[in-house]
Structures are given as C-alpha cells and as structure tokens.
Nanobody, 126 residues
C-alpha cells in the first residue's frame, strides 16, 4: 500500500507561482509511474503532468507545457509540480497519483493509476 500526501496549494494571483509536493510512504516507488491530475468544478479530472520514477521521463499536457514542471526527489520519495505563470483557468483541486506495480513507461490515463492523494486546492485570482 502507498500513501500519498499533497501539499503546497493555495491562493495566488495570476502570473504567480506555486510548488506542489507529493510525499509518498508505504513502499518504494522505484518502479512506479506517477502523475498530477486536476479537477475543476463541473469538469472531468484531467492529467496535468506525469513521470516515470526510475528514468525521470516526463510528460506535460499542452495546456501547461512551458509553465509547469514535474520532478521527483528519490531520496525524499517526493514528487513535485512547479507551477509558474499561473492563470485563472489553472484553478482546480490537484491530485497526486501513482501506479501500484512496475510500469514500463508514462501513465497518462486516470484508469492506469492505483493510488491517489486527498488533493490540494489551487486558486488563481485574476
């Protein structure tokens, strides 16, 4: 079993920055795929960014490419999402997620993931 705890959300003005953290406990993530999803009110949960823990290969959705950066710290078993140049349309609850077993590549679909954090609210004011 893996527990994921997000932190770092909050209220920020448009153009500002936030860094989300996802601390994982329970077992090593050395073979997992991980990602960040977000869900705005009345909308579907969508992928924001993803990575493979072992190789560090990353993916970013077109809507955040060039503004958001996903990364991980092996020693701390923690994943990050650096969010710059935030826009009001980035307002959502952001979720950290991980696959259960060994994963050969990036996981981009919600159905591929097994573990989810409780979510952290990000609100961007105009």
């Amino acid at each position: 079993q893996v527990q994921l705890v997000e932190s770092g959300g909050g209220l920020v003005q448009a153009g500002g920055s936030l860094r989300l953290s996802c601390a994982a406990s329970g077992r090593t993530l050395s073979t997992s795929a991980m990602g960040w999803f977000r869900q705005a009110p009345g909308k579907e949960r969508e992928i924001v960014a993803a990575l493979t823990w072992s190789s560090g290969r990353t993916y970013a959705a077109d809507s955040v490419k060039g503004r958001f950066t996903i990364s991980r710290d092996n020693a701390k078993n923690t994943m990050y999402l650096q969010m710059n140049s935030l826009k009001p349309e980035d307002t959502a609850v952001y979720y950290c997620t991980a696959t259960k077993g060994a994963y050969g590549g990036l996981a981009l679909m919600r159905e591929e993931y097994d573990y989810w954090g409780q979510g952290t609210q990000v609100t961007v004011s105009s």
